[in-house]
Structure formats: C-alpha cells, structure tokens
Nanobody, 127 residues
C-alpha cells in the first residue's frame, strides 16, 4: 500500500503560479503510475495530469496543457505539479493518486483506475 499527502495549495491571483507536492509513503514509489486530479464544487473529479513510473511519459488534460508540468523524484518519493498562468477556472481541490503497474511507461487518465488517493489540497485562483 501507499499513503499520499498533498501540499502546496493556496490562494493566488489569476496569472500566478503554484507548485503542488505529493509525498508518498513506502519503499515502492517507483512501482506506481501517478496522477493529479481536481474537483470543483458541484462537479465531478477530473483528470489533470499523469506521469509514468519512470517519469519518462506524461499526459495532460487539454485545459492545462502548456501551463502545468507534472514531474516526480523517485529518490524522494514525491510527485510535483507546477502550475503557471493560473485561471479562476483552475480553482478546485487537487488530489494526487497512485496506481501500481508493471509497465514503466504506462500512464492512466481515468479516475476509476487509480487505487490510492490523497486527501487533497485547495487551490483558489482569484480574478
């Protein structure tokens, strides 16, 4: 099993930046595909970005492509989401998620395919 804890959320003005972190417990962090999802009030949880076990493959939602960057440091058991040019519509609770896989380059964009979730961190972008 893996436990996930997000940090780095906050209040920022439109056009600003934030860096989210997701710290994972355990010794097998590099066995997991990792992802970021977000959920705004009254909306379903949606995919934001995903990174493969090795970090060599990434995937982004169209709404964040070119503004957000996902990365991971397997030596530190940590995943990151660098968010630039933030917009009010980026306001949501951001969750990190993990899915164990044997494939080094696999990425997963579907909510139901992830097995482990963090509690989330609030990101609020003011206009």
């Amino acid at each position: 099993q893996v436990q996930l804890v997000e940090s780095g959320g906050g209040l920022v003005q439109a056009g600003g930046s934030l860096r989210l972190s997701c710290a994972a417990s355990g010794r097998t962090f590099n066995s997991y595909t990792m992802g970021w999802f977000r959920q705004a009030p009254g909306k379903e949880r949606e995919f934001v970005a995903a990174v493969s076990r090795s970090g060599g493959n990434t995937r982004y939602a169209d709404s964040v492509k070119g503004r957000f960057t996902i990365s991971r440091d397997n030596a530190k058991n940590t995943m990151y989401l660098e968010m630039n040019s933030l917009k009010p519509e980026d306001t949501a609770v951001y969750h990190c998620a993990a899915r164990r896989t044997m494939y080094a380059l696999a990425v997963t964009t579907t909510v139901n395919e992830y097995n482990y979730w963090g509690q989330g961190t609030q990101v609020t972008v003011s206009s």
